[in-house]
């Protein structure tokens, strides 16, 4: 533009600002709050340093006395500071302390007014994320502590439970398989004055016996006694409905001619099929009279021969009968005998209470008069 346009302008304010000396106030006023921040943080990290130091006698690999941290902490209460997060972690006088040193030697190397106003910032951050880091450790700290109490305590428990357990006979005296509990479970039972190995030795023995009482055996004589006295008492039944009937007296031929029917003797339909129910019924109480008197093993042919003598002979109806009470007698006894026997050797507490003895009856009942 031209000078004749420019007095044209005479009536107008046509003052320039002054940039350059506006820009260089605005630097002078940045440069005085970038020193008044660098001036703060030397402070603040000289507080902290010597603060921290102090608590850590003296040393920043020293070991924090707590009396002395609090100390330093009540003095920066004093001061107007914010020291509640700090309080109860001794430990954070070792974050003050290497913060501080951190912060002057980045500001001893900072060559302007920029680097050290950066180094002022970092000691913010560094005391920030430090703080941070620190209070996670202690929430992880004090979770650990919690797990570790709740855990102690589940571990008391389940050793009490198994203590009591073995001691009142409802669990194995069995400390194999209890692992980590293992050795407090054998004090549990040591300081209530329980013998372990006598127990051990009891169980073992026990365990032994109900083997041998629950095995293949004895489970087939058990089967056998049960089996006969049904099988006796059919004998019984068959021998009864012949004698009621009228028919010629019963005795071991009479019943041999009626199941062969033979020619001659008129047996009836009825009497033949009674004959050879009841022929057919001392059969099949021979073999399990047998099976009985081998213990539940597979009867000789010695055993069959004494079964058969017991019942084939050339008996009346009344010896039949009384040969029928007396294997059902028999049976009886042999069937108490295992129900009452406990283990051999020992007196062991494991030893289920003995059965109370079978009573003089069989699957059908005895009458009295049979009991006598």
Known sequence: MATEQLVALGGIDNTMPDALGAYQKGVQARQNEGINQ??????????????????????????????????????????GLDVGKYRGNPNYAKVLGNAAVTYFQRANIAHDVASQELAARQLQEDIRYHT????????????????????????KDTVDQVVQG??????PPDTQGLYRYGAKVKAGLAAMGFDLTKAQTEYQATK?????????????????????SQSLDKVDELATKWDSNGWNPLNAKELESAARNDPGFGWTPEQVATATA??????????????????????????????????????????LKAMIKLAKENIRYRQNAMDQVGTQGIDSRYDPAPSAPAPAAGGGGWTVEEQK
């Open 278 to 319: 009841l022929k057919d019924q001392i059969n099949n109480v021979t073999a399990e009279l047998a099976g009985v008197y081998m213990g539940g093993n597979s009867p000789t042919d010695h055993a069959i021969d004494l079964a058969k003598s017991a019942l084939s002979a050339d008996w009346t109806k009344d010896q």
């Open 208 to 228: 032994r016996h109900m083997a041998t009482m629950n095995g293949p055996q004895f489970t087939k004589m058990r089967a056998n006694i049960d089996t006969l």
């Open 38 to 79: 660098i001036d703060q943080a030397q402070k603040t990290a000289e507080l902290l340093g010597s603060g921290a130091l102090y608590a850590m006698g003296g040393k920043l690999d020293g070991e924090v006395d707590p009396q002395k941290y609090n100390e330093v902490l009540d003095t920066f209460q004093n001061m």
């Open 132 to 155: 941070a880091e620190m209070g996670i450790q202690k929430q992880n700290a004090d979770t650990n502590t919690q797990y570790r109490t709740d855990q102690l305590a589940a571990d």
């Open 166 to 171: 073995i001691g009142n006979g409802t669990l």
